[in-house]
């Protein structure tokens, strides 16, 4: 009955919308109820499924190791930085230029490079693949030195973030510490802090002034159902000006604003909150919900130092609840890397359990039955790179959101492995194992530094333990388990479901008997 | 035009090395019909073992022997515990398997010698040398190089033509079922041909530390430089890696002269790609016939 | 260009087609052709260029010289994906079945597509629709065959006549006018070959089918017309008693159980 349902027409668009849907009014549900560094590593993790759910198709169905898609991501981030910087408007159409705009471009650019790598890579057989695409993860990052005015060169492009519609926000260190602290050997040299102080100063002028109306209503948007239970205490929510203004905290850009807050008695004026606001960055020394109305001039966190050094940024903090608009940032990041992934899912579902998923199997499984049978290889082959250009593009964006910025460093070989990394531990070819992939690659490295931290291990140690066990996962998930954790699971069902006697072993036993399995094509 | 044969000059030394790097993937390929991306991770690895020898000791002989010792063992431990299990279903099993290994002999070498790049001593010096009232742009190391590249092109095409090892190591790479029904120890050939690659990665790696630096992800472009030389010298050829690693040196430095060299990764991209495109077997390949 | 004689509207042809593979005469002006609505033999030696034919008549292999005729029209050069929609559909030696596939995705495999990747990553209502087509062909051609039992199976868990059996099925179920077998009888037993039997003579004349096989008693049961292949070249043609009693045939065959 459920599966004659199934069949209908449109059911399966309706089944996956539902599901994506689901995930992401969950996930969005959790953005609200959690602190900043944990909506930091939502994003990320929903950063990295968006790559991975690419990766799964491509490396898992397709079968075309690729290492490039770091590279890929770089497209992506790239597009989006260099569109959101340049063009003010959409061009040919005179729309004003925004995120979604930015991220389509984005997607654009994922179509073209994966029909330029897919292209060339579709005749080429595994270890061939395999270089040409390290050549592209090592190579494409590259390219940004060749065009410093443009790309910004080795230091890379620090970015506005449209965020939200119309307001700007730069993330300062936090966002950037944490992030190194997951790649310890690649980006740290490479993420230069000190570009915060390069932000153009002018668009504290440009600050449109109706940004009380645009904050609320994306935050309203992304976070309706739990805003109470995280924002406990009434009176802090209850001035409009206030709350729209703590949205923009984190950034330069809304000091004209201040005195609007300023006169408003309400809010908590004591100087406090600029100058300490150094250790945002752990759970530890994150005040909770309740915490936070109750101590008013509880340590600040979202500052950060670089900011405080300009006397007029100092000013601004003034008076302005800074946990709040730290807060508010990262769940607005959390929400976007969620909800480009659970668009990203959707489309992944529909292909991985549609047609061209068993299209991209047949070809990865005997290319020439698949020709015979009316498929062309290198079609199929080069439609699984594009999708996996596009998803990776589209989550390049993202990450050059959750970064503010772009750069080589960001988007090295170091990030081509770990989307292999995560796949291959997840489970090859499935989208749950592209999920479990982003949740470890991001959690694996902070579970180690906890460990590390009790333990008292060196510096040197815990920041190359995680890619240790990584490599020694992947090397172990290859020879031991090739369906990853996911793959595991499920024949380890199969094997409780059929105990008695196995039918596969049954066929293969007969197969063998037979003596003339021998399959010359 | 001086200009011009100075960097082409120049690239001999660099060049050497590419091709050094690209024997040893052609060596696992032909054993193994393994494209080793952990190679430049093995070769890494020995150079740290080598400079620790060689701050211990102060000998820098000691610190080469050390690492080609390191290396051949290497080779044979990834081959043995990791490659020669990966089911043969599998097809990229073993691909993944190598970056799985490179990932972590880059951890490894970061956590025993920190993620810090480190200087090489250099044992010879590392001046222009000055002929014919002139300044060339290769100093005596270079020659060095040179001198040892030679040498272990000359030894293995020695070993492979001349010796009953190298006559078992090219039937084993011809068709490893014929090569076992006539007494061939598969497996153990298929060993030294890892442990062989090993030596000339880590000889490589120690030739290269003192012109670069060394840390634990210092070589990853040479990997790719050495792949693209590889590829294009058809993977299969001992001489094709050579003339090409060589080749590939000499056009990245003509390249870095005349612009910059942060452009050679893209560089070599493109060679790489053109070269796949248009010759997927390689120049020195022999191409194989489709089956149906 | 005498043999092309009885058959001036061939379904299915090769006209003076050489083939040179790595320096090996393969293929040596040979002309072949097959009548619609007929069963044609390609039989000979090991070696003697059999499934070359097959190779370029699907695109595989591409002919140095000469041209080929498929489906009744001479095409330049076909790409073995375009085969089916010119409707010609050829099975391979062995079973050539996607291992990760299910019986049923395997056999749909074989029905083209009218949708791209877009159409199916947003699952268009008429992506799934014309699924539900496929999928009722799929299960009528796995009917046909008597295997519709097996269609959540996957082809390892299946006995290797069973996987031949699924081989066909996927060939049939794109409603081919010219059916390619490439060696059918292969490591199949007797009551099988019966239904293959039964089932090659009723494809004609809806349809015409071209076997290449080794299993003579088959090849003589099924076919109306024999070509013989040797060395690259045609040495015979004919109908069945034709061939049993054609000396050069016999010199072949018996050629070559000598040396072996």
Known sequence: MMRDLLRLPGARLVLHAAVALLAWLLLVGITGMVDPLMNYYIALMAMYATAMFGMTILVGLSGQVSLGNGALMAVGG????????????????????????????????????????????ARLRGPYLAGLTLGVAVGVPAIANRFPELLGGETGLQLTVPYPAGGYAAAGEFVDEAFTEDFPTEQQDELPTEQIEDLPTEQVEELPTE?????????????????????????????????ADGDDLLTLDNFPNEGDVLTDGDVPTDGDFSADGDDLLTLDNFPTEDELPADPSAPDGALDPEFAVDPDVEAT?????????????????????????????????????????????????????????????????????????VFAALAGAVFAQILSYVGPGAFGLGLSLSLLVGVVLGGRGSLWGAVIGAVLLVWLPEFVLRAAGDRGWEEQVTNNAPNLIYGLLVVAVVLVAPGGIVGSLQSLVRRVRRTPASPSAAGLAERVDAGVGKDDS | MTSFIDYVLGGFGSGMIIALMALALVLTWRATRVVNFAQVGQAMFTTFIALSLQTLTGSWVIALVGAMVAGALLGVIVQYLVLRPVKRADTSGAIIATFGVLIALQAAAGMIWGGDSRAYPQPFGNTAITLFGREWPVSAYDLVVVGFAVILV???????????????????????????????????????GWALAGIVGAVAGVLVAPTSAISPNSFDILLVFAFTAAVIGGLDSLIGAVALGIGTGLILSVVSGYSDSSNAPVVALVLLAVNLVLKPEGVFGHHKARSV | MGYYAPFPHPAVALEDVSVRLGGLQILDSVSIAAPRGAVTGLIGPNGAGKTTVFNVMSGFVPADSGSVVLNGQHVHHVRPQQLTRRGVARTLQGVGLFPSLTVLDNVMMGAPTRFGVIADALAMPWVDRERRQMEERAREALVSLGIEGESSRLPSELPYP???????????????????????AGGIGEADMQDLERLIRSSVPDRTVVLVEHHMELVMAVCDFIWVLDAGQVIASGTPDQIRSDPAVLAAYLGEEGAA
């Open chain 1, 317 to 389: 903090f003034d008076g302005l609840d800074g946990l709040d608009a730290g807060f508010i940032l990262e769940q607005w990041q959390a929400v976007l890397a969620v909800s480009v992934a659970c668009i990203v899912a959707f489309l992944a579902l529909n292909l991985v359990r549609g047609r061209q998923g068993r299209q991209w199997r047949a070809v990865r499984d005997d290319s020439v039955a698949a020709a015979v049978a009316g498929i062309s290889p290198g079609r199929s082959k080069v439609s699984a790179f594009v999708v996996s250009s």
């Open chain 3, 162 to 184: 069973v996987q031949k059996r699924v081989a066909l099925a996927r060939a049939l179920v794109s409603d081919p006018s010219v059916l390619l077998l490439d060696e059918p």
């Open chain 1, 78 to 121: 790239y597009v989006f930085a260099v569109t959101t910087l340049n063009w003010e408007t959409v061009p040919f159409t005179g729309i004003a230029m925004n995120g979604i705009w930015a991220m389509l471009f984005a997607a654009i650019g994922g179509v073209l490079i994966g029909l330029l790598i897919g292209g060339l890579g």
């Open chain 1, 211 to 243: 940004q009380d109306a645009s904050g609320d209503d994306l935050l309203t948007l992304d976070n309706f159902p739990n805003e109470g239970d995280v924002l406990t205490e009434g009176d802090v929510l209850t001035d409009g000006d206030f709350s």
């Open chain 2, 154 to 192: 000359v030894g293995l095409t020695l070993l492979f033509t001349r010796t009953n090892l190298g006559l078992a190591m090219r039937a084993t790479a011809f068709n490893p079922e014929v090569a076992r029904l006539s007494g061939i120890r598969v497996g153990r050939t298929l060993t030294i």
